[in-house]
């Protein structure tokens, strides 16, 4: 309860009081005005609370809706990252099934990487001309032609390692040759002009002495060296029938016989030796002229081209 002043006499009396006690003034429109400004103010008072839960209830539905988004974000992102793995790992498991079982990881890296020593081992290919095999050439300084013949350190350009040893090439005199290998493989020889001892007792002479010559005669042995048109040592008689249009040739007299291949002019100043077994023939053994007899493929058997003499 409060006080207040009476309009009329002005003594203080309640605020709840209909008249003033001292004067008999009625309060009833004051108190009545008062009561509704009361009540007015109770209800702006009670509508706060309701607007404040109303704006904290839109608050924590936006809040509520944010999250959502975020985890539906987050779900896509996880199902797509895993559908993105299980697509790679389905796909190395593919590669792997088709894989041999005995792979390993030093096969892989045979299958993969070409080393050193394969790359070494490739087939070499020489082209021979008239007069020479690649770059070596008739009439050359043996030792300006083969370097390794002087410096034994020197590289040659299809060959690894330079020999002197001695042939029958000459028949009935000692004869040395220069003879050039890749690896074990015997690729080719040749003569010089060199000045040496001929007696068996002199030795065999040295490749400084077989370098101070000029080359005058090459013998090929290997496939790896060709002529022009791709005849090389190795090729069948067959072959060389059939597509070189060569001849087989049976020859014999008091020295010495075999079989040799025969072409047209266009091989002119070459020698080709062949290997391989006669088994029909209508030469004599016993005539001392030297003779010759041209042979078919069905009279010869295994025969090849065994050597290139030039």
Known sequence: MALIKCKNCGHMISDRASTCPHCGHKQKERACSENRTGKQANNINNEEP???????????????KT????????????????SYMFCRNGNKNTD???LPDTLTNDSTIVDTVKSDTEILEKPIEVIVTQNAIGTIRKGMLAK????????????????????????DRYITDICYEVFLYKGKEKL??????????LSNDAGIPSKKVMGNGRITAFSIYSPSIKLKDGIHVGL???????????????????????????????????????KGEIINSNMESDIDDSE??????????????????F
């Open 144 to 167: 300006i032609a083969v370097p390794m013949l002087a410096d034994p350190s020197a590289k040659g350009d299809f060959y690894d390692r330079v020999e002197i040893e001695e042939t």
């Open 96 to 98: 792997l099934s088709t």
């Open 188 to 197: 080719c020889s040749f003569t010089t002009d060199a000045k040496y001892n």
């Open 50 to 64: 309701i607007k404040e839960t109303l704006i904290e209830g839109t608050d924590e539905h936006h809040t509520n």
């Open 292 to 309: 010759e007899e041209f042979l078919n493929l069905s009279d010869v058997r295994d025969c090849s081209l065994k050597q290139i003499d």
């Open 236 to 274: 069948t008689a067959k072959e060389l029938v059939e597509k070189y249009h060569a001849k087989i040739r049976h020859y014999e007299n008091l020295e010495y016989g075999g079989l040799e291949f025969v072409f047209n002019k266009k091989h002119k100043g070459y020698s080709f030796i062949a």
């Open 67 to 82: 999250l959502v988004i975020l985890i539906g974000v987050l779900v896509v992102i996880a199902i797509g990252f895993g």
